[in-house]
């Protein structure tokens, strides 16, 4: 059986901390340069181009692309033949604070969300799913929260049909307005549970799908026609892409969640 | 596009809409600094700066790489000062600058004090951490990001979201 040891896991979430934060994702920043070819008003190219200048300043000067550096979300795809020597929570939480120090990141976490107290560098949300093999792919995804805020679940009627479905998803974005940094990538989760279709939400931001289906397409259209556009100055482009992910659920309910990203949407993988 | 130096009297002659470049002297203050601060106004004590004249930056910046003055230092959702901005303004801020809208209230208590707020490039921290000269805490050091922050900015670039008259963009 292959065996991983913590230490070696600690090392690469902390890497992955400093690259997720520094370098935007190619396939976001392509969304991007598409979409300032499309737009044609000047207030919402200029808006675009500070964004594309901005990945690469802190690309180029080591600096974290927005100073909200999130609270970090690790998605792990475990595989079932694979054994870790030492504790792979401690692993992950202490890649974070590690990495989190070494990039010159900001402290953007309470450990109390009561008491609050000075923000600190611990701290994670952590998703495992066990997979086939022996390897480990670790995603770590910050999250800001000027966009986690304006995340939203509704459990609709099962009789509700895609039209509610559509106007539910357009009104969350059309209330989180110009507050979390349009162009947009939204994600959605349909069906599961509550807590899942909120899981399903945050997996669509992670780019595993490139294929828009039909309704991704029109919810694009329904979105980009609130013209928020981006930083608000309105224009063509108030999201960059939509994807939902769905799962099974039943037969009295209608779980239909929605987490919103920033234009900056980060994330970084490696696989061990 | 204008550079600016600004007064209440310069501020009262600019235009939603209008870009220009700021020099001078902001101060960061974010949630929890803003709960502070109207805690301090409502008890009628004094605040830890003087809040007259000023120009408030809704920002927790990122820690300064070595050699750098300051780190990533974009503006964080305006929305959540709503409900202390009023008390602000009162309290004689001259202005605001921040991202995303701002709420009916907020919008009576700009014209009503001759205030302004403005919008700055949301979401590109880094690209704005060059017009950034100097940054010294000076309150509420406690709250490490969070804490009041002292920055000397040189054409730091705005667009005005709400003017003086109340008339917005956003």
């Known amino acids: 059986m292959k065996t991983i040891s913590a230490s070696k896991i600690k090392e690469k979430v902390s890497d992955l901390c400093i690259k997720a934060n520094l370098f935007l994702p190619l396939d976001v920043l392509k969304l991007l340069k598409n979409a300032r070819r499309r737009e044609t008003s000047q207030s919402a190219r200029s808006a675009l181009d500070a964004i594309i200048t901005n990945a690469a300043v802190a690309r180029r000067q080591k600096l974290a692309i927005c100073q909200d550096t999130g609270l970090p979300v690790v998605f792990l795809e475990l595989g079932q033949d694979l054994r870790i020597r030492g504790s792979l929570k401690q692993a992950i939480y202490q890649g974070v604070e590690s990495g989190y120090r070494r990039g010159y990141l900001r402290e953007s976490v309470v450990t109390d969300p009561v008491s609050r107290g000075k923000p600190v560098y611990r701290g994670a949300v952590i998703h495992t799913e066990i997979v086939k093999g022996n390897r480990l792919k670790i995603t770590l995804m910050p999250k800001g929260f000027g966009c986690e805020n304006k995340s939203q679940l509704v459990m609709l009627s099962p009789t509700a049909g895609v039209n509610q479905i559509k106007e539910f998803i357009v009104g969350a974005v059309r209330k989180a307005g110009a507050d979390a940094c349009p162009p947009y990538i939204i994600g959605v989760g349909i069906g599961g549970t509550a807590d899942y279709a909120c899981l399903l939400a945050k997996i669509a931001l992670l780019g595993r799908r490139t294929r828009s289906s039909r309704l991704e397409k029109e919810l694009l259209k329904g979105i980009n026609r609130l013209k928020i556009g981006p930083m608000g100055m309105g224009g063509k482009t108030t999201a960059l892409t939509v994807v939902v992910e769905s799962a099974p659920t039943h037969i009295a309910g209608l779980p239909v969640a929605v987490n919103i990203s920033c234009h900056a949407l980060r994330r970084a993988s490696t696989v061990l | ?170």
């Open chain 2, 1 to 170: 596009m204008r550079k600016l130096q600004l007064s209440r009297k310069v501020c009262g002659g600019l235009n939603a809409g209008e870009r220009l470049k700021l020099s001078g002297v902001i101060y960061t203050a974010r949630d929890q600094a803003h709960c502070r601060l109207a805690k301090a106004i409502r008890a009628g004590r004094k605040t830890p700066i003087d809040l007259r004249e000023k120009i408030i930056y809704y920002c927790g910046p990122a820690k300064a790489p070595k050699g750098r003055v300051i780190g990533s230092c974009g503006p964080t959702t305006s929305s959540r000062m709503d409900e202390f901005t009023p008390l602000l303004l009162k309290a004689g801020i001259l202005g605001m600058i921040g991202k995303g809208g701002r709420s009916p209230g907020v919008v009576r208590a700009i014209k009503r004090n001759k205030g302004i707020y403005f919008l700055t490039f949301a979401g590109c921290g880094a690209l704005l951490a060059k017009y950034v000269r100097s940054a010294t805490p000076v309150a509420y050091k406690d709250l490490g990001p969070e804490a009041i922050y002292r920055l000397e900015v040189r054409d730091f670039p705005l667009i005005v979201g709400v003017d003086s008259k109340g008339k917005r963009i956003i």
